[in-house]
């Protein structure tokens, strides 16, 4: 906004209108064109979303629930089943953070107590001095044993008896959108 004298005792205001200066690629899903506002949800939408949220908060505690008698808890299961069906020879931190549901200072204090348990181990990367493999222990693999029958039927009661091969299917592939335009939003 330029401010220049005006012809009389108040100040002539001039509004310029500038546009975008820098060139930062294809619009994101959920970003308006420049000038535009970004397009609300519909009904529909938040019904679903809000459907989406509650079916994964009920789930969780779902899982809870079946992993309550292994002594696993369910963010421990996380971690666990990452780093048994991982690479034989460990997972980088940063990778393991890639893949689990919590925060990477979550993680952090989660490795820890791992760990303490005797449940994993953070060995030196051999390629890498600097960096850190996370490894189960012979004792991670048995809470790791212990715990995924559990899982496996709780997942099983969850979709195998409430949906179909095909309803299972078209379910996953909608997850994966929608993790992928959350995503594109988020990088």
Not at 59 to 81: C, F, K, N, P, R
Not at 108 to 127: K, M, P
């Amino acid at each position: 906004m330029l401010v220049q004298p005006g012809a009389g005792r108040y100040p002539l205001v001039v509004q310029e209108h500038v546009d975008q200066t820098t060139y930062s690629g294809p619009l994101q899903p959920g970003e308006a064109e420049p000038g535009k506002r970004a397009r609300r949800a519909s009904d529909p939408e938040i019904g679903a979303w809000r459907a989406f949220l509650r079916a994964g908060s009920t789930s969780t505690l779902a899982l809870e629930a079946a992993l309550a008698d292994t002594g696993v808890s369910h963010s421990e299961y996380d971690v666990l089943v990452h780093v048994a069906t991982g690479p034989r020879d460990g997972l980088r931190p940063t990778e393991l953070a890639e893949r689990v549901l919590i925060t990477k200072s979550g993680l952090t204090r989660l490795l820890d107590r791992l760990v303490e348990r005797g449940y994993i181990e953070r060995r030196a990367c051999a390629s890498d001095r600097r960096g850190q493999l996370i490894v189960l222990t012979n004792d991670g693999r048995r809470a790791f044993r212990r715990a995924a029958p559990n899982v496996v039927r709780a997942i099983g009661a969850i979709f195998g008896e409430h949906f179909s091969e095909r309803e299972v299917t078209a379910f996953r592939v909608a997850c994966e959108r929608i993790a992928a335009a959350a995503e594109a939003m988020t990088t």
